[in-house]
């Protein structure tokens, strides 16, 4: 290993005291010894996704944050509102590692002919402290990756083009036949834009933005619709109509757009409507919320009769549901189409102690479409 | 047939104009012949359910509602906000019957076995058109009622106790041990305390008023919340953490009560949380909107993890996707247990011209607990 202290390696943790005070810093923590069917990935790169930033800055007011410590090991403080805490009484004063997925390259294997077999390779992986240095784990939890990609290529391999095949799989198993995305300028919605072209499947994207929407058309998109347009609800009800979607994903989480996309969906299937319901058409009509972009309450106005749902969409509860040959099937078309479809952008790259300077959390934490970081455990 | 008027009857009908103009009057129509597999009901006994005002008085602003026409032929109208009447176009300028179910005599029947089976007996039907004088319908629309049960006793055996059952039979079907009912001191609240107690389910009960949980305690209810109690959070989280109960069925719809709902179980929940997940604890929770109470929007707070649900939950898809013989079983269990489960209590029974009357529109449209009317189509 080519480490300079063998035994011991750089960890991110992140710290809820139960003071109230978030704590982010730099640990040393042994490196691992691989079990039997487990390798040892040296980390070399690993997205900071909206998924890590709730386990990593936690309810901390993050305007507030105060910086300590060296450049080499700084510590970042911030404090933590009283109602907040509540709901993280089970992480109170334990220090958690963090990063969902990142890449790296296998430098030790246990005795498993399935570890044994990624010795020397690069992989990508998946399962939580991927902002560390090192990271012994189940050789099924790692992803092979084709000849000649990075750990850059590889480092978003799994959250993001999982979650975007995700959808368009959960939109089929749940009997639909087009789909809704916002926030769908973002990484994810490019991919699944990608996607949806590919496998000739009607996506309605929504943004905030027009440049926004000028992107995600100059990359093949349809149907667009952005919400500071004053038009949005009727070219939303258009784009529904002309697409037959009636399932969407919606990151944003807070505020009407949810309750919105349900009441145009019933608008658009009510323009077909031959006789009157007092209950509204009887086509199911679907909205999950996978993100919290808006953190502020969702509300909605129930005009769009009673078949429908909310729900809260998750990626690792959708793949154990999926099972696992369909997982099989999903990760073998990620590694097989990673520079293409599933390809992602960062703005910066920064090492772990670069990821805790106050100036880079301002941009990052933002969730700004557009800025997105990757983490290099070893860079200097 | 005992009508002075064999050829015609009346019969109650909502009419929206596209003119902005609810017309609600009774009708002259032709008494129909039943065909071969149908029964001619004399209907004598129909209630208005929340389900039916909706259809009965549209969107249309009852306080101002005007009265004319005759004592026998009264005309009531009033207006409907602009807003309102896009949703209402497929029922335009179309004069609609109104009443989910009733029950009455068979007066004259089909030739087919199943219809003559029924000749001279008393029934409950459900289909619609149930404030009529007499209303033809196939012989599988209707419930047989057990000797000694009059019209009056079998007016609610449809919508009320299958919608209380099919709440029980949905917490099953969807893996959930016990369950949360809101508006719990209804007509349809009670008998699901009575189901429940039968058979065994935990059972947690929201009331809005201190008279309305000693009313429930008073008939066995085991668990009951009052949301007009300062301390109706803890008590409701309390009461889930005892019951296990992680599905409600609301009848408020509107407000935070719902999203209320979902943040209790999950506290209740984790409350036996071992580790810390930034997405909440693993268990599904469900709030299912049966009916709107509260018109105003609804909203809440993601402060239960993502797997959570909400959603529309009416009787008619529920009885399709239950199947022939669970609604047979669940018809035959209503039939059986129609004076004690099932009973149902009116505060007011009406002629259909009375229920016309501008205060009497004032009392039960008002959907209060405790204020439910019988319709007497043939009442003097």
């Known amino acids: 290993m080519s480490s300079p202290d063998a035994r011991t390696a750089l960890q991110l943790r992140s710290l809820v005291k139960k003071s109230g005070e978030l704590e982010v810093s730099l640990a040393s923590v042994p490196i691992p010894e691989p079990g039997a069917n487990e390798v040892l990935v040296r980390i070399e790169a690993a997205p900071v996704n909206p998924s890590d930033l709730g386990l990593l ?66 992989v990508a992986m998946i399962g939580g402290a991927a902002y560390s240095q090192y990271r012994a784990l189940p050789a099924d939890q790692c992803l092979l990756l084709p000849d000649g990609a990075t750990p850059a290529d590889g480092a978003s391999c799994f959250v993001n083009p999982l979650t975007a095949l995700g959808m368009v799989e959960t939109m089929r198993r749940e009997g639909h036949s087009a789909l809704v995305h916002t926030a769908a300028a973002s990484n994810l919605g490019q991919m699944l834009n990608r996607i949806c072209i590919a496998d000739g499947v009607k996506l309605v994207n929504i943004v905030r933005k027009p440049e926004q929407a000028a992107l995600l058309r100059s990359i093949g998109a349809s149907w667009v619709c952005d919400t500071s347009a004053p038009t949005f609800l009727p070219d939303l009800t258009e784009a529904l109509a002309a697409t037959g979607a009636t399932i969407a994903f919606d990151a944003i989480g807070g505020g009407r757009l949810a309750g919105q996309i349900l009441s145009c969906m019933e608008a658009a299937i009510n323009r077909s409507a031959k006789e009157y319901s007092r209950y509204g058409s009887a086509t199911h009509k679907q909205v999950y919320l996978y993100g919290g972009l ?20 998750l990626l690792f509860p959708f793949l154990q549901k999926a099972g696992k040959d369909k997982v099989s099937e999903l990760k073998a078309r990620v590694a097989s189409e990673l520079k293409t479809t599933f390809a992602s952008h960062y703005s910066q790259r920064l090492s772990m102690a670069e990821a805790l300077r106050l100036d880079n959390i301002a941009v990052y934490n933002k969730r700004a479409t557009g800025e997105k970081v990757l983490l290099e455990p070893h860079r200097g």
Do not use: C, H, Y
């Open 57 to 122: 800055f936690s309810a901390a007011d993050m305007t507030k944050a105060v910086a300590s410590g060296t450049a080499e090991r700084p510590v970042v403080t911030a404090p933590i509102g009283e109602g907040a805490m509540k709901s993280l009484a089970p992480r109170l004063d334990v220090s958690m590692p963090v990063g969902n997925e990142g890449a790296g390259v296998v430098v030790a294997a246990g005795s498993s002919p399935a570890a044994q077999a990624l010795l020397g390779k690069t």
């Open 294 to 313: 808006d953190t502020t309450p969702t509300e909605f106005v129930r005009s769009f009769g009673m078949a429908w749902g909310m729900g809260g969409w």
